[in-house]
């Protein structure tokens, strides 16, 4: 395993670097300043509007696609560390270079499993920024920590499709320029393999029968840079049977294949956010005075800062061998890998989230620090593309089968 980087990856980083101090962090109260200024919290912010046009001026656009025909072409070894730089800034700088789930997992689902009328019809403009998308999966009713457990019905009709069911926590859906969903449901829900019951269809978001409820908060937040977290019902909505993706009976395939990458994506970013976490907390640590001396001189901020660097560099290298392994054996091979950085990443930034939070004291939980956003984004992911436990429990089976 050589983690160095390549040429190629040398050039991106240093491009990402320059666009990430020169725009994306003086950008960020701007985002603030002028959502505040707008009549519906979910309209574009022309901010962001610039960034993404500089960014793709730049050729720092769709970098997380390694399909070279539709994306950058980058293996995921390459993309690690341009997916940690933009993990320091986690809502704005994915966003502005159109790296921003759920778009980029449905972009890699439509290249990957889309036909060509699909991909003409959707991914295109997705790749282009022109819209927005939406992944419709997770259910209210039911424990969707098993996906097997969904509820929502995809009946055939003749030519079309009549999807029924109710969904949250649909991230991208509250966005003005979101105009498609990728929704999962069941097409036999009485199969024999009940990881075959399930379908994945293209609904687009002004079908007759497609309601949003509400906005979803997470910890308060609502996430505006991703197009929120929306309650959709689908009530009778009807699409053409070529809206399928892949094949009936495919949905539950489909959907591992786009949490694979999904994950290992939010991994990087993690690092990321970590490291922006022990930044703060170097800059505050030496700034401030308790007790007659500064913070820095404290034993125990000592010890979280000296700690947190420790589980960083730690984190760095199980993803990235994690990264070199889905590019080498694929993201198969990957599975314990990948279900490792899942379980040990969200859960150690968290902890570094919080040490820094502490050491801000009062200001770690305003808005006029990143911590508390930072915090919030990070503990979901302690839930969100599978709960730890569900990890825990397929790593520990995995490890039994070798003695049983």
Request: aromatic letters at 6%; one cysteine or more.
């Amino acid at each position: 395993m050589d983690f160095a980087f390549d040429a190629r990856t040398e050039e991106l980083r240093a491009k990402l670097l320059a666009f990430m101090d020169e725009y994306v962090h003086p950008a960020e109260q701007v985002v603030h300043e002028q959502r505040a200024g707008l009549d519906s919290p979910w309209e574009n912010v022309p901010v962001v509007e610039e960034l993404k046009a500089e960014a793709r001026r730049q050729g720092l656009w769709n970098l997380f696609l390694p399909d070279s025909e539709y994306g950058a072409g980058l293996t995921n070894l390459q993309y690690a560390p341009l997916a940690e730089i933009m993990g320091r800034s986690p809502q704005l700088a994915p966003t502005v270079t159109n790296c921003a789930a759920p778009d980029t997992g449905n972009m890699e689902v439509l290249a990957q499993f889309g036909d060509e009328r699909q991909k003409k019809q959707w991914l295109e403009p997705l790749l282009a920024g022109e819209i927005r998308s939406a992944f419709a999966m997770t259910e209210p009713e039911v424990a969707s920590s098993d996906a097997t457990n969904i509820t929502t019905h995809i009946e055939r009709d003749g030519d079309e499709y009549v999807i029924t069911g109710r969904k949250w926590y649909i991230s991208g859906a509250m966005h003005p320029d979101c105009r498609i969903f990728i929704v999962m449901g069941k097409t036999d829900p009485d199969g024999a393999d009940i990881r075959r019951q399930q379908s994945m269809v293209l609904v687009p978001r002004d079908t007759p029968g497609v309601t949003i409820t509400r906005a979803m908060q997470v910890f308060g937040y609502e996430d505006h840079y991703h197009g929120g977290h929306a309650e959709v019902v689908f009530d009778h909505a009807r699409v053409p049977v070529s809206n399928l993706i892949g094949e009936e009976g495919g949905g539950f395939a489909i959907a591992q294949a786009r949490l694979g990458p999904g994950r290992i994506h939010h991994c990087m970013r993690l690092i990321g956010m970590a490291e922006r976490a022990i930044e703060l907390m170097c800059r505050r640590a030496v700034s401030r005075d308790a007790f007659g001396k500064a913070l820095a001189q404290q034993g125990v901020v000592q010890n979280w800062i000296a700690d947190a660097r420790v589980a960083v560099e730690q984190l760095r290298l199980l993803v990235l061998k994690t990264a070199w392994m889905m590019d080498t054996v694929g993201n198969k091979g990957a599975h314990t890998e990948i279900q490792a950085i899942k379980i040990a990443t969200p859960r150690t930034v968290v902890g570094i989230l919080d040490r820094a939070i502490q050491l801000y004291g009062a200001g770690g939980v305003s808005q006029d620090f990143p911590l508390a956003e930072l915090y919030a984004g990070a503990r979901t992911l302690m839930i969100a593309d599978g709960p730890d436990e569900v990890h825990q429990r397929s790593l520990a089976r995995r490890e039994l089968k070798k003695y049983l």
